[in-house]
């Protein structure tokens, strides 16, 4: 199996996290998962569900993750609202498979899955002047809004869910694991849990991954200019952004390091 013998640190959500950390172990790897964040609803629902009420005048609604999908859906009513008739984009096959839950299709799902390759396939559409709709977390990058509202869109955002810092108890933990030289790999799906890694563990666990030239592997661009600017240098990223690409290219890069 390609990642036996290899330890392999996963920083997602508990709950999003587990399957991930499932494959691993079937791949042979000995997987820790240490969370560094945790995903909530927002910390004023009926706020959120008022800004919701009236969601008619939108021309688009883009969901930005699958938490997006699900959290947006806990205050819409899809009985009460033709969601239908709404053009819908995703960011990743995995936030269409979470909209199809809702019996719902996405009108565009860019082959990249990265906010960039969206704005550039919504490019596409006449979109100037439309309204559009983005939810996300609390910690959400204004990327996507920006680069709509300059071609000339009407973009509305509404932070459906919070990602927040999730208080590790296992930081010494992992230090200890890090600077005996135990770690192989260090994972990043968002640069919200890269950022959280960095805000628990300082600045000396950065230093001591670096000298010891473990692998940093990240899921798309985003999280990899993230590690970048916190001075990490990924050396894992897969094509896709999505989980199996992920598992892929961790295949791939320790399958090839064995050759």
Sequence with gaps: MPLTDKTIIVTRDVKQAVPFVSQLKN????????PTIEITGPEEPEKIRAE???????DWIIFTSANAVS???????????????????CVGKKTAEVLGNFNLSPTL????????????AMRKYDISGKYILIPVSNLAAHEIENELQSL?????RVEVYQTKTYQNPDKEMLYQKIS??????????????????????????????????????VIGSTTARAAEEAKLKPSIQPE????????????????????
């Design 71 to 89: 959290y947006f859906f806990k205050f819409v009513d899809l009985d009460r609202i033709d969601m239908k008739r709404k053009n819908i984009a």
């Design 180 to 217: 005996d030289g135990l770690i192989d790999c260090v994972t990043f799906f968002s640069p919200s849990a890269l950022n959280a890694f960095i805000e628990l563990t300082g600045e000396e666990v950065v230093n001591e991954i670096n000298s010891r030239q473990i692998d940093i592997a």
């Design 152 to 156: 000339g869109s009407i973009v509305k």
């Design 27 to 34: 791949l042979g790897a000995n997987a820790i998962l240490f």
């Design 109 to 120: 799902v860019p082959e990249k899955h990265s906010a960039q390759d969206l704005v550039e």
């Design 52 to 58: 919701l009420t009236d969601i008619s005048k939108y």
């Design 240 to 259: 896709q952004s999505d989980s199996e690409s992920f598992l892929q290219a961790l295949k791939e890069h320790y399958s090839d390091s064995k050759n």
